[in-house]
């Protein structure tokens, strides 16, 4: 049974930094896509960044330059590390995974086949 647990959230001022972890058990590393989204309230969840099996990321205009995705195999943990936090990045973040490429259609209409339950970042100003 696949399980995705992100941990790393809390409350942080503007400026700040935060590394986000998802940790990720029983899943068959092999071709396959992770990544990030994010909801902030009253608004759609949105993809955040992503990365494949042969190391290959994607970002969303809004996460390029602030926003690094990394991947562990070793620990089964994904990574989402934020700099130079903006009150705008105030959400629920999401890890998800999938036996897919990062470049299906699935993957981008946000239909993962696995997800964890997030963890809030909230920035203040």
């Known amino acids: 049974q696949v399980q995705l647990v992100e941990s790393g959230g809390g409350s942080v001022q503007a400026g700040g930094s935060l590394r986000l972890s998802c940790v990720i058990s029983g899943f068959t590393y092999g071709s396959y896509c992770m990544g990030w989204f994010r909801r902030a309230q009253g608004k759609g969840r949105e993809e955040v960044a992503s990365?494949?099996?042969?190391?290959?990321?994607d970002y969303a205009d809004s996460a390029k330059g602030r926003l690094t995705i990394s991947h562990d195999a070793a620990k089964n943990t994904l990574y989402l590390q934020i700099l130079n936090l903006k009150p705008e990045d105030t959400a629920m973040y999401y890890c998800?995974?999938?036996?897919?490429?990062?470049?299906?259609?699935?993957?981008?209409?946000?239909?993962?086949?696995?997800w964890g339950p997030g963890t809030q970042v909230t920035v203040s100003s």
């Open positions: 998800a995974a999938d036996y897919i490429p990062c470049v299906a259609g699935d993957w981008h209409r946000q239909q993962a086949r696995y």
């Open positions: 990365i494949d099996a042969y190391g290959g990321t």
